[in-house]
């Protein structure tokens, strides 16, 4: 507890000096997320300049709100749910060209099995084994090609676990964070997170196999 209250109130006094307009107080915050924000934003728009336009829209946006913010979530937070909608309303307004088959694609949710049924026996076990990719060599795995089928297989994700995992392992944020700013159940995060990493997975596999 004494914990929580230390951190409480040190919480409050970034908060204070923030809408004090104390610069150091702000180039603390950018510090400690630019990074991370520039990530997530990465994850929404595919051009560089454009992740950070969202970025700098995002510090604009919190500095003119902070005396609005009401503290029922942490600063971190609030700061990263203003970047995901900044960066999903310029991915739409970017109007990024769809691949034909998506018009055809329906939103799975969190349904269906995440891998093939026919790749398990009867008794619930693997028949063939998923690729270690052992035997593909670093430059091609960590190849821009490589990177690239793997932000198409992001892309190609329903929302809920797109956002969960850009959110988890392209910014980098902890669960805890992800079920915040998503406002979603720690087992919903485990949920959509584990299925997305499998769709990925399974892209990438037939992709280097």
């Given at each position: ?78 700061i990263f749910g203003i970047a995901l909608n900044i960066a999903r309303s310029r991915a739409r ?117």
């Amino acid at each position: 507890m004494l914990g929580a209250r230390v951190g409480d109130k040190a919480a409050a006094n970034e908060l204070n000096e923030l809408r004090a307009a104390d610069e150091k107080a702000f180039a603390s915050l950018v510090e400690r997320y630019h990074g991370s924000l520039l990530r997530l934003a990465a994850g929404y728009v595919k051009d560089r300049a454009l992740a950070e336009d969202v970025v700098q829209e995002t510090w604009l946006v919190c500095l003119r709100s902070l005396d609005r913010f009401e503290g029922r979530s942490s600063l971190k937070t609030w700061i990263f749910g203003i970047a995901l909608n900044i960066a999903r309303s310029r991915a739409r307004r970017e109007a990024r060209v769809l691949p034909f088959t998506s018009f055809f694609r329906r939103d799975a949710g969190d349904k269906g099995p995440t891998v093939a049924s026919d790749r398990f026996g009867t008794d619930g076990m693997w028949k063939t084994w998923p690729d270690p990719w052992t035997n593909v060599p670093e430059e091609r795995l960590l190849g821009q090609e490589t990177m690239a089928h793997v932000r198409e297989a992001i892309d190609a994700l329903p929302r809920n676990q797109r956002d969960v995992i850009v959110l988890r392992d392209v910014a980098g944020l902890d669960s805890s964070d992800v079920c915040s700013v998503l406002a979603i159940s720690p087992e919903n995060q485990r949920v959509r997170l584990h299925r997305a990493r499998a769709a990925v997975r399974k892209s990438l596999e037939g992709y280097l196999s």
